[in-house]
């Protein structure tokens, strides 16, 4: 029985330590203007806007696509700190939006360098140089 207990216990605490904590979103800066894309934009295009949220291997990531039109888009991106990654707050990103290979593609200058937004299915894909920083975001209602 103690070896029952030892083993559960032991279970509980390895799945605590290493399964991801589920965040709530942080509080959206007051400066935000998410503006509905003009109904004439391409579904391909307009289907990058909104809010997003998701994670990576050691980042939980927040991120608003706040416009949007054929040529660029505002971005916003948060993204929590761990052990050797300090918090990110919410920054502002000036994209550009371009059809690369028949796709759509959002990049701008990221902390990491230039990161890339491409959509797939309900996925937002987020790939930066870094190779630990590659969240999968899903839409937020």
Not at 3 to 14: E, G, H
Not at 73 to 99: L, P
Request: hydrophobic share 45%; proline share 8%; charged share 20%.
């Amino acid at each position: 029985m103690k070896t029952f207990v030892v083993l559960a216990v032991s279970i509980v605490l390895v799945s605590v330590l290493f399964c991801p904590i589920v965040m709530a979103a942080p509080a959206i800066p007051d400066d935000v203007q998410i503006v509905q894309p003009d109904p004439s934009l391409p579904k391909e295009i307009s289907a990058f806007w909104g809010k997003w949220d998701g994670g990576d291997t050691l980042l939980q990531h927040f991120l608003i696509v706040e416009k949007i039109n054929e040529k660029e888009a505002s971005i916003y991106w948060w993204q929590s700190g761990t052990a050797g990654y300090a918090a990110q707050g919410w920054v502002r990103y000036e994209a550009k939006v371009i059809k690369e290979r028949g796709k759509y593609i959002i990049w701008f200058s990221g902390p990491t360098g230039i990161a890339q937004l491409t959509l797939k299915g309900e996925y937002l894909n987020l790939d930066t140089p870094s190779p630990l920083v590659k969240p999968r975001l899903r839409r937020v209602p």
